[in-house]
Each structure stands twice: as structure tokens, then as C-alpha cells.
Nanobody
Framework: QVQLVESGGGLVQAGGSLRLSCAAS????????MGWFRQAPGKEREFVAG????????HYGDSVKGRFTISRDNAKNTVYLQMNSLKPEDTAVYSC?????????????????WGQGTQVTVSS
């Protein structure tokens, strides 16, 4: 059983930056691909970014390409999401998720474990 805890959310002005962290415990972190998702009020959950277990592959949602960067530190069992040039439409609850996967694939994965999420609010 993998437990995921997000941190780093908050209130930021448009154009600003935030760095989210997701700390994992209870499993072998390097056996899991990791993803970030977000959900805004009244909207469906949206894929934001994914990274393979050894960081060889990354994938981003179209709405965040060029602004967000996903990374991970397997020694610290942590995945990060650096968010730059934030827009009001980025406001959402951001959650990390883990998918057991030993390949470099980061798309079409079934995510088995989810964190509780952290709120990101971008003011205009």
C-alpha cells in the first residue's frame, strides 16, 4: 500500500510560480510511474503531467505544456511539479498518483494510489 501526501499549494498571483511536492511511503517508489492531476470545481479531473519510474519519460497535458515541469527524486521518494506562468484557469485541487509500471511508458496508465490533494488558487 502506497501513501501519497501532497504539499506546496497556496494562493499566488497570475504570472507567479509554485512548486508542489508529493511524498510517497509504503512501497518501492522507483517501481511506480507518477502523475499529477487536477480538478477544478464543476469540472472533470484533468491529467497534468506524468513521469516514468526512472525519469526517462515525461508527458504533459496540452494546457500546461511549456509552463509546468514534473520531476522526481527516487532517493527522497518524492515527485515534484514546478508550475510557472500560472493563470487563473490553473486554479484547482492538485493530486499526485502512483501507477505500478516498470516500463518507460507514461501514457495510458492505470493509477492505483492517490493523494488527498492540495489547493492551488491563482488570482487575476
Amino acid at each position: 500500500q502506497v501513501q501519497l501526501v501532497e504539499s506546496g499549494g497556496g494562493l499566488v498571483q497570475a504570472g507567479g510560480s509554485l512548486r508542489l511536492s508529493c511524498a510517497a511511503s509504503g512501497g518501492t517508489f522507483s517501481f511506480y510511474a507518477m502523475g499529477w492531476f487536477r480538478q477544478a470545481p464543476g469540472k472533470e479531473r484533468e491529467f497534468v503531467a506524468g513521469i516514468s519510474r526512472l525519469s526517462s519519460s515525461t508527458h504533459y497535458g496540452d494546457s500546461v505544456k511549456g509552463r509546468f515541469t514534473i520531476s522526481r527524486d527516487n532517493a527522497k521518494n518524492t515527485v515534484y511539479l514546478q508550475m510557472n506562468s500560472l493563470k487563473p484557469e490553473d486554479t484547482a485541487v492538485y493530486s499526485c498518483a502512483a501507477a505500478w509500471n516498470l516500463s518507460p511508458k507514461v501514457t495510458g496508465l492505470k493509477y492505483d494510489y492517490w493523494g488527498q490533494g492540495t489547493q492551488v488558487t491563482v488570482s487575476s
